[in-house]
């Protein structure tokens, strides 16, 4: 399958792995790119731009395929050396480049003089106009489904992916809610030139976390996840456990008069023990509603290649299908009747 994301990043199949924190480590972007998608290592899960320039050079000893880094700009009071993981970026070779988190335009001189490709993730049309003006080469539109930072619009893809279509001249991928062909063909149907998935991909062989971890997604149905962390604008879906319960709790007896300070217990320091140790009660950690659509543990190359099978086969089967017996005449009554009245 050829789109403008295909070409744009130079990748088999229109599947991108978002940035994962504490699961995008070299093992998880190689396997996607050795399966013909575009694989993404999450730069500040490595604790140093040095870590972060040691993890890329171990991501090219899997794969030599292109990969991505994720970079996240977070609110913060100390932030990370941003420039030195860009350096770290630039001097390992990888030209593709996924911000996330707020507006990028202070870093992209720095990417694109190199020939990086930047693909912005947005939550909402406008700041995926805004990636466009400032000169971004693609975005990443993430829905209300999405597992981690859905914005506070809460527009589902069904409306965010077609209206990001009829504004948007650069290419785009559909994010949150996406698990296999399905998912895939509806993106394309909505505008989108691929997708990205985060939650799917947890669930998988390769994934570099604690088998704990992929149970507990393989168990989860669509109930099952939480938005926190809404009263301090800074919403987060993740996987209810008793932390999360914890922390809405005291959402809910402090109102707005809540800090960060007060749920630092529930979401410092969570992700090493979730991804590592497989303690999931540890505290809140990011979880697509697509949980509820994923039933098994595949290698990465299955998944992709299962989800490009199903794709063609909905596209050449169920869809054409659909096309060949209106030509044919077969439709149903009720549709000839409709057709015949007008
Ligand atoms: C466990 C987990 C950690 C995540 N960490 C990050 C991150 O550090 N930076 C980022 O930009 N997105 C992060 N995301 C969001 C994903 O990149 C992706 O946008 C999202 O998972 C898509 O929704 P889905 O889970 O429904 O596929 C994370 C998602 C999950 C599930």
């Known amino acids: 399958m050829k789109t403008r994301i295909t070409e744009l ?4 199949h229109p599947i991108i792995q978002g940035g994962m924190h504490f699961v995008g480590l070299a093992e998880m972007a190689a396997a996607v790119s050795n ?3 575009l694989g993404i290592i999450t730069g500040l899960t490595q604790r140093t731009p040095a870590d972060l320039a040691a ?13 991505g880094v994720n970079l996240t700009f977070l609110p913060s009071i100390n932030p990370p050396d941003y420039p030195a993981y860009i350096e770290a970026i630039l001097s390992g070779g990888v030209r593709i480049v996924e ?16 020939g990086v490709r930047v693909i912005h993730k947005c939550t909402s049309v406008r700041h995926a106009l805004k990636a466009e003006a400032i000169g971004c080469d693609a975005v990443s539109v993430d829905g209300f489904e999405c597992g981690g930072h859905p914005g506070e619009d809460d527009i589902p893809n069904m409306i965010l992916l077609p209206r990001a279509a009829e504004e948007l001249g650069i290419p785009f991928v559909a994010s949150g809610g996406m698990a296999d062909g399905r998912s895939l063909v509806a993106a394309l149907a909505l505008g989108a030139d691929g997708m990205n998935m985060g939650t799917r991909f947890i669930a998988t062989q390769e994934a570099p976390v604690h088998e704990n971890v992929k149970t507990a997604i393989l168990q ?6 939480r938005l926190i962390m809404r009263p301090l604008r800074n919403t ?6 008793a932390g999360v319960e914890r922390l809405l709790a005291k959402e809910r007896a402090l109102g ?8 630092i217990p529930e979401v410092a320091g969570v992700y ?18 697509v949980a509820g659509l994923i039933h098994d543990i595949p290698t990465v190359r299955e998944l992709i290649e299962r989800t490009m099978r199903e794709a063609e086969a909905l596209i050449r089967g169920r869809l054409m299908g659909l096309l060949d017996s209106i030509e044919a005449g077969s439709m149903e009554p009720s549709v000839r009747r409709t057709k015949s009245a007008l």
């Not at 911000?99 to 190199?114: D, I, R, Y």
């Not at 989860?220 to 996840?225: G, Q, V, W």
């Open 35 to 37: 399966a013909g998608g």
């Open 99 to 114: 911000t996330a988190g707020n507006n990028p335009q202070k870093w992209l001189p720095m990417l694109q003089e190199h």
């Open 9 to 12: 990043l130079g990748i088999r």
């Open 220 to 225: 989860a149905t669509e109930l099952d996840t």
């Open 256 to 263: 707005d008069a809540i800090t960060f300070a007060d749920i």
């Open 55 to 67: 993890e890329i050079r171990r991501c090219r000893e899997m794969t030599d395929q292109p990969f």
């Open 236 to 241: 987060e879906r993740v996987l209810t456990n």
């Open 272 to 289: 090493p023990r979730v991804m590592l140790e497989g303690e999931l009660d540890a505290g809140a950690w990011s979880c697509g509603m």
